[in-house]
């Protein structure tokens, strides 16, 4: 019993001790490796990205945080972190040295869902989490939302209404611009047909566009396009038409 248990001792003191050595080892063999370049990652879920590995390396560059040729250890990944996080475009960003002697950078880009252009004179981007864009610093294929908005508006009603679009493959393909009218209702313009889609508010904006489906499938599509001058879902369980 007493060998055995000896036995174990050594072992966790050899174990002990190797990681004390390869820790010791690796902290201060950082202190004379260099750094031999830049890694950048763009991860986002959405097909339009907004910064691009080009872009990273010209912010730490233009900040004075260009690692390359400097002893790891004076290299700041959380300072780099903390740099690019602020960045308007981007979502977050995470940091870190690598065993090949770099320096890894993983961004995540912010997601852009609609362009506003208000009658007040107002022009930029909603992102999925509501976040206004400045308008200058890009330049998107996005859906388009005019009128009566403000920036509260927008980055609440419209945004869900967007985000309840892009759930849709065949809304997604439909629809070509939000307008805002001086009621506030909300208001589709569809690629085909001459008619508008009256939303009225962004509440219950799913049901309402089924029932906006429903009606092109079974009524619509047997009319005509061109019959109706506006198509209004605004009230729970109604679809009310107006003609030409």
Not at 1 to 16: A, Q
Not at 91 to 109: D, H, L, R
Not at 128 to 152: C, F, Q
Not at 190 to 205: D, F, I, K, T
Request: charged content about 25%; glycine content about 6%.
């Amino acid at each position: 019993m007493i060998k055995k248990l000896l036995s174990i001792l050594s072992v966790l003191m050899l174990t002990c001790y190797l990681v004390f050595s390869i820790l010791f080892m690796s902290e201060s063999h950082e202190e004379t490796r260099l750094c031999k370049g830049v890694d950048v990652v763009v991860r986002d879920s959405s097909d339009i990205s907004l910064v691009d590995g080009e872009m990273i390396r010209s912010l730490i560059d233009s900040e004075g945080m260009d690692p390359v040729g400097k002893p790891l250890a004076s290299v700041n990944t959380q300072a780099m972190e903390e740099m690019l996080s602020h960045y308007p475009l981007i979502e977050s960003a995470q940091c870190f040295k690598t065993s090949g002697n770099k320096v890894k950078i993983v961004v995540y880009s912010k997601i852009p869902l609609l362009r506003v252009r208000s009658n007040g004179g107002d022009d930029y981007y909603v992102d999925s989490k509501g976040e206004i864009l400045n308008h200058r610093m890009l330049s998107l294929h996005l859906p388009v939302a005019t009128g009566y908005i403000d920036r509260k508006f927008a980055a609440d009603d419209l945004r869900r209404v967007v985000m309840a679009i892009d759930r849709s493959e065949f809304w997604r393909a439909q629809i070509v611009q939000i307008n805002v009218n001086k009621d506030r209702q909300i208001e589709l313009v569809p690629r085909v047909g001459g008619h508008l889609l009256v939303l009225g508010s962004a509440e219950n904006v799913t049901d309402k566009l089924e029932r906006l489906y429903s009606f092109y499938e079974t009524g619509i599509s047997r009319i005509g396009w061109n019959k109706y001058s506006s198509v209004s879902v605004a009230y729970e369980n109604q679809v009310v038409c107006k003609k030409r």
